[in-house]
């Protein structure tokens, strides 16, 4: 769910990722939350495998009251509600356009950078640094840094692509937050997450004791693809959701792909983002 560098309530937070349909090795994020700070502004920082690699995308042109990736987001949700599927249908309520937030985002593209910023800027107490040091040590990690305004904000999901880590779609929630601004950035595992997080594309996990769920495939047809970048605008198959809450464990999560069933026999001769490249090709 994110790195909280002020102490926030965070409702709401709905993850989406999918492998690209064209190009193996590529994932899409799209990330919402509804937060709540009391004290001032502040930062939720994401981590991103191979941080070079990332781009944010836009929705397409959209009549001026619309937020696309709210609707997505609010369909793809209802795709799992077996409830929803009766004759009467009723659309997700949005929140008027003036009243959602955008993130300004930043990307750092290792643990050193962010090491860097944090002696200029002090965002964070250096223990939460060295944990977040200690649990991203691989070199391909990086960091979205998020900026989060003080008061109550329903904020516009954040949409961004970038390099898998191998056959994994990765969810970034892991969350830490401060117990208090006197606490000077102590981190706190906190345990009052009610997360909801939507995998498409992937292997459908044996995961004993989790809270998983496979979609209505009679209701896939109301999700609006159409809003997100080409490469994925698709209904892939193995799609599943997982709900996560306070006494589950606090940690990022990772989904396996199986490229044969994914992309078919022929996923050996598709284009594969290389991780020596450090700008993404004309493609992606």
Same mark, same amino acid.
């Given at each position: 769910?994110?790195?909280?560098?002020?102490?926030?309530?965070?409702?709401?937070?709905?993850? +989406?990722?999918?492998?690209?349909?064209?190009?193996?090795?590529?994932?899409?994020?799209?990330?919402?939350?509804?937060?709540?700070?009391?004290?001032?502004?502040?930062?939720?920082?994401?981590?991103?495998?191979?941080?070079?690699?990332?781009?944010?995308?836009?929705?397409?042109?959209?009549?001026?009251?619309?937020?696309?990736?709210?609707?997505?987001?609010?369909?793809?949700?209802?795709?799992?509600?077996?409830?929803?599927?009766?004759?009467?249908?009723?659309?997700?309520?949005?929140?008027?356009?003036?009243?959602?937030?955008? +993130?300004?985002?930043?990307?750092?593209?290792?643990?050193?950078?962010?090491?860097? +910023?944090?002696?200029?800027?002090?965002?964070?107490?250096?223990?939460?640094?060295?944990?977040?040091?200690?649990?991203?040590?691989?070199?391909?990690?990086?960091?979205?840094?998020?900026?989060?305004?003080?008061?109550?904000?329903? +904020?516009?999901?954040?949409?961004?692509?970038?390099?898998?880590?191998?056959?994994?779609?990765?969810?970034?929630?892991?969350?830490?937050?401060?117990?208090?601004?006197?606490?000077?950035?102590?981190?706190?595992?906190?345990?009052?997450?009610?997360?909801?997080?939507?995998?498409?594309?992937?292997?459908?996990?044996?995961?004993?004791?989790?809270?998983?769920?496979?979609?209505?495939?009679?209701?896939?047809?109301?999700?609006?693809?159409?809003?997100?970048?080409?490469?994925?605008?698709?209904?892939?198959?193995?799609?599943?959701?997982?709900?996560?809450?306070?006494?589950?464990?606090?940690?990022?999560?990772?989904?396996?792909?199986?490229?044969?069933?994914?992309?078919?026999?022929?996923?050996?001769?598709?284009?594969?983002?290389?991780?020596?490249?450090?700008?993404?090709?004309?493609?992606?």
């Amino acid at each position: 769910m994110g790195i909280f560098t002020v102490p926030v309530q965070v409702n709401n937070t709905r993850i +989406y990722v999918s492998p690209s349909e064209r190009v193996e090795g590529v994932q899409l994020t799209l990330y919402k939350n509804d937060v709540r700070t009391m004290f001032e502004d502040g930062f939720m920082i994401l981590p991103v495998p191979y941080a070079r690699s990332v781009r944010f995308h836009h929705p397409p042109p959209h009549p001026m009251n619309s937020i696309p990736f709210l609707e997505f987001m609010n369909e793809v949700e209802r795709a799992f509600d077996f409830r929803e599927h009766r004759a009467s249908y009723v659309p997700s309520t949005l929140p008027p356009r003036h009243q959602v937030a955008q +993130y300004q985002t930043h990307v750092l593209y290792s643990k050193e950078e962010l090491i860097d +910023y944090n002696d200029t800027e002090h965002i964070l107490h250096p223990s939460t640094i060295e944990e977040i040091v200690e649990i991203y040590s691989e070199p391909y990690w990086g960091f979205i840094l998020c900026s989060i305004q003080a008061g109550e904000h329903v +904020y516009e999901p954040l949409c961004y692509t970038h390099q898998m880590i191998g056959n994994e779609l990765f969810v970034p929630s892991l969350v830490f937050q401060p117990r208090s601004m006197s606490d000077h950035h102590i981190p706190e595992e906190t345990n009052r997450f009610d997360d909801k997080y939507f995998i498409n594309g992937t292997v459908l996990p044996e995961y004993p004791n989790r809270n998983i769920h496979e979609v209505n495939p009679s209701l896939i047809h109301r999700i609006p693809w159409r809003v997100l970048p080409p490469r994925f605008q698709n209904s892939l198959v193995h799609f599943l959701s997982e709900t996560r809450r306070g006494s589950d464990i606090n940690r990022d999560l990772f989904y396996p792909v199986n490229p044969a069933i994914l992309y078919g026999n022929d996923h050996h001769d598709r284009r594969r983002f290389d991780s020596d490249e450090r700008v993404p090709p004309p493609w992606w």
